[in-house]
């Protein structure tokens, strides 16, 4: 059974960090590109960051570089997302996501994906 676990959401304030964990289980990890989409209250979901199966590469829709950094860790098939400086805008539910075909940056504007996490919810105070 193909799973994807986040963790790590929760309320902080403006400026303020989180680290988001996605678990995988079900499939070759490092054979998927993975990353992170967020859904915010009233508008659509949009891709936040994901990495690349081929070649390692990190991709970031252009409202977090800079303040996000996405990383895995094949032995433990888990991606994380370091959130820093965090802004009342980054409130939103982030869900873990893999794709089995590897589509570069084209990955964060996509709305299929293979798998999909539940979600955990970030709420950032002002």
């Known amino acids: 059974e193909v799973q994807l676990v986040e963790s790590g959401g929760g309320l902080v304030q403006a400026g303020g960090s989180l680290r988001l964990s996605c678990a995988v289980s079900?499939?070759?990890?490092?054979?998927?590109?993975v990353g992170w989409f967020r859904q915010a209250p009233g508008k659509e979901r949009e891709g936040v960051s994901c990495?690349?199966?081929?070649?390692?590469?990190?991709y970031y829709t252009d409202s977090v570089k800079g303040r996000f950094t996405i990383s895995s860790d094949n032995a433990k098939n888990t991606v994380y997302l370091q959130m820093n400086s965090l802004k009342p805008e980054d409130t939103a539910i982030y869900y873990c996501?893999?794709?089995?075909?590897?589509?570069?940056?084209?990955?964060?504007?996509?709305?299929?994906?293979?798998?999909w996490g539940k979600g955990t919810p970030v709420t950032v105070s002002s």
């Open positions: 990495l690349s199966s081929r070649d390692g590469s990190a």
């Open positions: 996501a893999a794709s089995s075909t590897d589509y570069g940056s084209w990955w964060l504007k996509r709305t299929f994906m293979d798998y």
């Open positions: 079900g499939f070759t990890f490092d054979r998927y590109q």
